[in-house]
């Protein structure tokens, strides 16, 4: 079977969507480790519920920046916990040479846009902003790029008439959770046939 490793900075719905399919038959893996950079982060909590071990990353004193010597830790603490396959899931950190390295192939992210369209942050803002009428989500191989690897998966999502950001993004979110796991189901039969 399968192990998962998740990243991730936020709420976790994501996570909880991947536990879901994991519980109801739809995913043949378990999540072996969750690393959140955030320590407040709703992840983390919702990792712990279900008896899932945690970790922090942790990346202070900077904000934004995933520092080369904590991406081999992070790898490392995957590695211990037996982890196959790494989804990003609302990690907020750029992933680079060290991580990728170590898991080639193996790192997957979610991403709230039709790539290549609104890469980069909030992409539902962008989306919204720009004023098209579709959407999407994107689950896509991880490469050193922000958002640029080979794309796995996608769904349309449209953007109604009054749209706000928050909106959409709910709306996405939707989108997201029965994407994530039926593509890292997809995938892992690629990876452990
Ligand atoms: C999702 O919209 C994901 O696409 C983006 O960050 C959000 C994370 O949400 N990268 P959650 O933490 O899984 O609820």
Known sequence: MLSLGILGSGSGSNMQAIVDAIEDGRLDARIALVL????????????SKYGIPTGIIDCSPFRMKFPEEVQEQTAMKLKEAGVDLVCLAGFMRLVKQPLLDAFPSAILNIHPSLLPAFPGLEAWKQAV??????????????????DTGPILGQEKVPVLPGDTPESLHARIQISEHQLYPQIIAEYSKRLKP
């Open 36 to 47: 959140s950079d955030n320590p407040s982060a709703y992840i983390l909590e919702r990792a």
């Open 129 to 146: 902003d720009a004023g098209v009428s579709e959407s999407g989500v994107t689950v896509h191989l991880v490469d050193s790029g922000m």
